[in-house]
């Protein structure tokens, strides 16, 4: 693995691009790399994509994406306006060519998302937050914008074991005051193949006490 995808490494990328956020959006953005498998997503995106995030939040893939030449675009939508705006500011620190790369969207709930279609679509800790009624719909939505061959790339936390699932639960309370939702990875697992994928690569991972679900697919 390249050093410049270590937890560490991507730690001290983000560091300066957030210092101007709130100390908790910096918190959040310095201490992701060691919580969660980001560098492991950053090496499944294959070099020079253009990758659309569903729900990029503040956009710290997508930045690092940029920040480590590793996409030709990246293109991020959320509900939320603030995260956006912070997203932006945060593009807006990046060096000329690596900012460039980079678009946000707000689209509120009900609103379209940018249409592609794209060579890699993520979404990262993204479902759990979804209603339980909205999830298959925002799943079919999202892998709808895959090109022909291209990837869909999902994580999200662990529903077993049980104890691994509180302490995802109450990091979401603390941080976004949220109950969250989870969906079986198995579920998750046969909307995309329905919808003429092939899981490509599968790995659970613990990283502290946080466990965590990685899929790829590849369209057909």
């Not at 956009?59 to 603030?82: C, H, K, N, W, Y």
């Not at 912070?86 to 900012?99: F, N, S």
């Not at 691994?164 to 990091?171: E, S």
């Amino acid at each position: 693995m390249s050093i410049a995808y270590t937890p560490h490494a991507l730690a001290v990328r983000a560091a300066p691009v957030y210092h101007g956020e709130s100390w908790a959006a910096r918190a959040l953005a310095y201490g992701r790399p060691f919580i969660s498998p980001m560098h492991e997503l950053l090496t499944l995106v294959p070099p020079g994509s253009r990758v659309f995030d569903v729900g990029c939040g503040r956009g710290l893939m997508l930045t690092l994406l940029s920040q480590v030449d590793r996409i030709a675009e990246g293109v991020g939508f959320d509900i939320e306006p603030g995260v956006i705006a912070a997203a932006e500011r945060v593009r807006q620190r990046l060096p000329a060519a690596q900012g460039a790369r980079l678009h946000f969207h707000h689209c509120p709930v009900g609103t379209p998302w940018p249409a592609g279609p794209f060579d890699v679509v993520s979404m990262v800790d993204v479902l759990h937050h979804v209603p339980p009624a909205a999830q298959e719909q925002v799943v079919r939505d999202a892998v709808a914008r895959v090109r022909p061959g291209g990837v869909f790339m999902y994580k999200d936390m662990c529903e077993r074991p049980r104890w691994r699932a509180a302490f995802n639960r109450l990091h979401d309370l603390l941080v976004v005051q949220q109950w969250i939702h989870y969906r079986p990875v198995v579920q998750v697992e046969q909307w995309v193949r329905d919808a003429g994928f092939t899981l490509e690569f599968s790995r659970n991972e613990n990283i502290w006490w946080y466990g965590h679900e990685l899929r790829v697919f590849r369209r057909g």
